[in-house]
Nanobody
Framework: QLQLVQSAGGLVQAGGSLRVSCVAS??????WGWFRQAPGTERRFVGG????????VYADSVKGRFTISRDNRKRTMYLDMSSLKPEDTAVYFC?????????????????WGQGTQVTVSS
């Protein structure tokens, strides 16, 4: 059973930067995504990337500020966040689907990380 383990989050001031990582327990060849969920809201797509570390896509709300990358030697996906805003505050989840298909819906993923709290202060 594939397991995804996320790094710890943190508290950052508005305008700052933060990196969150997601390590897989085995090599993967599908599609990877990041989602976020603020209190009282549904989990929403942030961005995604294929197992080759290419074809990255982003939600409009983070485009130009967030970057997703992969290091297959380390079986790790990264979410680099910059120019953070208070509205970026949420629990961030990594997710994986076995098929290498761009997917933006929660239902489209087979495996999930445990979640990482990111808090941006104003």
């Amino acid at each position: 059973q594939l397991q995804l383990v996320q790094s710890a989050g943190g508290l950052v001031q508005a305008g700052g930067s933060l990196r969150v990582s997601c390590v897989a327990s085995e090599s993967t060849f599908g599609w990877w995504g990041w989602f976020r969920q603020a209190p009282g809201t549904e989990r929403r797509f942030v961005g995604g990337i294929n197992w080759l570390g290419k074809s990255d896509v982003y939600a409009d709300s983070v485009k130009g500020r967030f970057t997703i990358s992969r290091d297959n030697r380390k079986r790790t996906m990264y979410l680099d966040m910059s120019s953070l805003k208070p509205e970026d505050t949420a629990v961030y989840f990594c997710a994986y689907r076995r098929d290498n298909v761009i997917t933006t819906t929660v239902e489209g993923y087979d495996y999930w990380g445990q979640g990482t709290q990111v808090t941006v202060s104003s």
